[in-house]
């Protein structure tokens, strides 16, 4: 059997940006792999860490044993921790480690990726425990593999791939996040309408609807007369969806319309993952 259609282009985009990223960290000097990111807490070193990690985790690799230092400050939950353990664990790397450790995971795991077999509903092992639909897990790992993709690709000077295949699936991914933050989390009234309008190298619109019963739905019809329109371009979108940046922060690449106690609010809760 050959890998399933429907899974084939989750598989091309995690290859696509999991390859670019290798390309990224390669020449770097050791000082460089310290380098700050957008994302909290995190050098260049741990996010690639962190990819090696969870990848080797879906090879079946053992969890390594290791006790996290009691002085960092961003441990404040038991998923945390369970994040935060792989990354540590090779914060002494060095920079040949680190690369020849990325390089190899990348290869176990494409093998492993062109071997798949299973249906994209087959229930699979989830990253930290539980079951999870294939198609959803191949998705999340192209989420979270983009996404580090721009963090490394904003603390190295070196923009790319915001259009690409993998732009896109992250971009469905953390969209369906919408409904609930507009309907339930900033409390747009039934009825109502939100529009989120991005420009850029990836150009779509989107609206949230709110419907009698307060249950938020997502479509790309215009809305007539929304209660809050949002324009902002897709990286500076990227960045608050996923809490590498509050909206002070951006306030001049984000132009916003309508009730500004539902902007405000929305805002506030924008961040739906980190």
Not at 195 to 222: C, K, Q, W, Y
Request: overall charge negative; aromatic content about 6%.
């Amino acid at each position: 059997m050959t890998v399933h259609s429907k899974l084939q282009p989750y598989i091309d985009a995690w290859t696509h940006s999991i390859e670019s990223i290798n390309e990224l960290v390669s020449p770097l000097a050791e000082g460089e792999w310290n380098r700050p990111t957008e994302c909290p807490y995190w050098s260049v070193r741990d996010i690639v860490s962190h990819i090696i990690g969870f990848e080797c985790e879906l090879l079946g690799d053992p969890r390594p044993i290791h006790t996290l230092p009691s002085d960092l400050r961003h441990i404040t939950s038991e998923t945390a921790r369970y994040t935060e353990v792989p990354v540590d664990i090779r914060r002494h790397h060095t920079a040949p480690e680190m690369t020849s450790e990325l390089e190899y995971t990348i290869i176990r795991r494409s093998r492993q990726l062109r071997n798949e077999s299973r249906e994209p509903d087959a229930e699979v092992r989830s990253i930290g425990g539980g079951e999870i639909a294939l198609e959803e897990q191949l998705w999340s790992r192209v989420f979270d593999v983009w996404v580090h993709e721009q963090d490394l690709r904003r603390a190295l000077g070196k923009p790319g791939n915001l259009a690409s295949a993998a732009a896109v699936l992250a971009r469905d991914y953390v969209l369906r996040s919408l409904p609930k933050l507009v309907a339930h989390d900033a409390g747009a009234k039934p009825g109502s309408a939100v529009v989120f309008d991005v420009h850029g190298p990836l150009e779509f619109m989107r609206t949230v609807r709110v419907n009698a019963e307060g249950r938020g739905t997502i479509d790309s019809a215009v809305s007539l007369g929304p209660a809050v329109t949002f324009a902002l371009d897709w990286e500076t979108f990227l960045r608050l969806l996923t809490g590498r940046v509050r909206p002070a922060a951006v306030a001049d690449r984000l132009k916003t319309e309508g009730d500004a106690a539902l902007a405000e609010a929305i805002l506030q809760h924008i961040a739906v993952t980190r």
